[in-house]
């Protein structure tokens, strides 16, 4: 009977990198496995499991006692019970110190189903599940020591799967009878006490009625009515060292706004209202840079309502201006950019990021200063310029710069501006300004995000190809070989082929940029702009190059002598002057209007 003990420490002792590896698999397999064996002693001051992610927000599980007051060396009855869980850790704490040690001892009721474990130096002072049997329903005995606390409560961490649990839901609260009375009454619900302040339902939506005099508001679009379906509403009212708080908009998953000291996310307080179920759960949340925000266990808010009707969320809530008890919220009465956000959640409350530009204020304010009816921007102002820069550039300018050096050459041949011909004159002026216009536009958003964009796909690197291609017509026009030089036709089919392929790789790049978050321009309406400019210019290109072939044809039918056909050809462009200038007229104000409309929506936004 003692052979197989020697054996395996010989083992030990001659391989001892093979002991090793084996301890270390170990180790390694129960720790991906979330502790199924409920050895969770890691968890004994914070009982969050190690499993990553953030807990959900409104807890299913009940914990009830059969006694709510004690003496100390009585025996409680706690009971854990809800829809079908995995993992559990039951504590004892001071009630009025829940970050303080456990308190007690545990005696168990099934040891199939619960094990003991010991939290600091009071053993058996916690209880862990066993293994990852599904389970609805658990009891244990809870022992009153004799320097129990006056208050004692009971918190419970339930694990449902890997990644959905939920920490310290709180449990009845049991007293001594010296003490005074608990707040929160036998068997009550986890549901009840889990924000510990009750949850009530608005039976109406908000009103504007007092923002700018007694609200802060921030309204998108400016002067909606939080009835309506597609506006978003932020108020915030001071009532003595307390702001009420009220929040709407369109969505079925998420709301949030974050106050931050700048305008990018990441370290932020926030402030989100999730559906689910039907239901909405408001809680605090931190910002870390552009992860997922980690909700707060513990809630520093207050009077929490909420309505969800025809798709559009509502709640409110209040909290103090100061929370120095709590960490990561902000003082109310300093200055911040205030973002406001929505977005999808999925099944147990998951936020996914917003699927576009959050709406961010132009400026900092404080909510507990003077009144004030503002608006705010989905869009930055430099993103803003921007497109607008390029839109002017690639969209009105190039284009008729382009119409003009190839189709009136004929009509202007004779018309001389500065010593030049007046269409080259155009031409250069028209094309030198596309060149001045991408040029500032490009260094945008390089200064809006402080360098490269590795979210915006392939837009940045298509602009970075459309700039280099910009700068390079004009240096090569710069060497271009006298009109009857030999390579003068390879210049000119260099500088077209050029110049093409950036009109081309221009218009694409902004296909790709009009779908960014960043300018969130109303989708479909940019997609169905962009390809009506482009039949636009395409119809005028093809409208002008069939008049230039009848013109051609006319002249191929009247004269035989080819020096007859060029003179002749020269007459019949001067004789077309007239529609080619009513054509480009016609153009030039198609484009104006194209213009007007995409500066209109980018103010909207």
């Not at 218009?507 to 989708?523: E, I, K, N, Q, S």
Request: aromatic share 12%; hydrophobic share 40%.
């Amino acid at each position: 009977m003692y052979k197989l003990p020697l054996i395996l420490a010989m083992i030990k002792m001659e391989l001892p990198g093979l002991a090793f590896a084996v301890w270390m698999f170990i180790c390694f397999c129960a720790s991906v496995d979330g502790y199924p064996n409920g050895k969770v002693r890691e968890a004994c001051t914070s009982m969050i499991p190690c499993h990553g992610g953030s807990p959900q927000l409104s807890p299913e599980h009940t914990i009830t006692v059969d006694e709510t007051k004690f003496k100390p060396g009585d025996k409680i009855e706690v009971h854990l019970s809800g829809p079908e869980f995995e993992g559990f850790f039951i504590q004892a704490r001071d009630a009025d110190h829940l970050d303080s040690p456990a308190v007690g001892s545990f005696v168990l009721a099934d040891r199939r189903l619960s094990q003991l474990l010991t939290c600091g130096r009071t053993k058996n002072s916690a209880v862990s599940h066993t293994s990852k049997a599904k389970k609805k329903y658990v009891k244990v005995y809870w022992l009153a020591p004799g320097d129990a606390p006056k208050r004692v409560q009971f918190l419970a961490t339930v694990v449902k799967k890997y990644r959905t649990f939920w920490v310290k839901i709180p449990g009845p609260i049991v007293f001594q009878p010296n003490a005074p009375s608990p707040t929160t009454p036998l068997g009550a619900t986890s549901e009840a006490v889990s924000t510990s302040y009750p949850v009530s339902y608005l039976s109406k939506p908000f009103n504007t009625s007092d923002c700018g005099s007694m609200k802060f508001c921030i309204r998108n679009p400016s002067n909606c009515d939080p009835e309506s379906a597609s506006c978003f509403f932020l108020s915030f009212q001071q009532e003595k060292s307390s702001v009420l708080i009220e929040m709407s908009g369109p969505s079925e998953g998420y709301l949030a706004f974050a106050l931050s000291h700048d305008q990018w996310m990441g370290g932020d307080d926030a402030y989100v209202c999730v559906s689910e179920d039907h239901h909405v759960h408001v809680s605090t949340a931190c910002l870390k840079g552009r992860s997922p925000p980690v909700l707060d266990s513990e809630n520093a808010l207050e009077d929490v309502s909420w309505r969800l009707v025809d798709g559009v969320l509502q709640c409110s809530f209040r909290r103090n201006i100061r929370l120095p008890a709590y960490k990561g919220r902000f003082d109310l009465d300093a200055s911040y950019y205030i973002f406001l956000a929505d977005g999808e959640a999925s099944d147990g409350g998951l936020m996914h990021k917003h699927s576009r530009q959050p709406l961010i204020t132009n400026g900092m304010y404080n909510v507990t200063g003077l009144p004030q009816d503002i608006g705010g921007s989905r869009s930055p102002r430099l993103i803003k310029a921007h497109g607008a820069l390029m839109f002017v550039a690639w969209v009105t300018t190039v284009s008729i710069g382009v119409i003009v050096a190839r189709f009136f050459k004929p009509v202007w041949s004779h018309s001389f501006l500065f010593g030049k011909e007046m269409w080259f004159q155009v031409h250069r002026v028209l094309m030198l300004t596309v060149v001045m216009l991408t040029s500032i536009s490009f260094v945008l958003p390089f200064i809006y995000r402080g360098g490269w964009s590795h979210e915006a796909g392939f837009h940045p690197y298509l602009g970075c190809t459309v700039m280099a291609l910009a700068i390079f017509q004009p240096l090569m026009a710069g060497f271009r070989p006298s009109r009857h030089a030999p390579r003068r036709q390879l210049f000119n089919w260099f500088h077209w082929s050029t110049g093409t392929t950036a009109r081309i790789l221009a218009v694409v790049t902004m296909f790709l940029g009009m779908d960014l978050p960043a300018l969130d321009l109303p989708d479909p309406w940019d997609t169905y702009t962009m390809i009506a400019f482009v039949a636009w210019h395409v119809g005028i290109d093809v409208l002008l190059e069939i008049h230039s072939y009848c013109l051609i044809r006319k002249v191929e039918v009247i004269e035989d002598d080819r020096v007859q056909i060029l003179q002749s050809l020269t007459s019949a462009e001067a004789e077309g002057r007239l529609f080619k200038q009513i054509v480009l007229t016609i153009y030039v104000c198609g484009n104006i209007v194209f213009l007007i409309a995409f500066l209109a929506a980018i103010n909207q936004i």
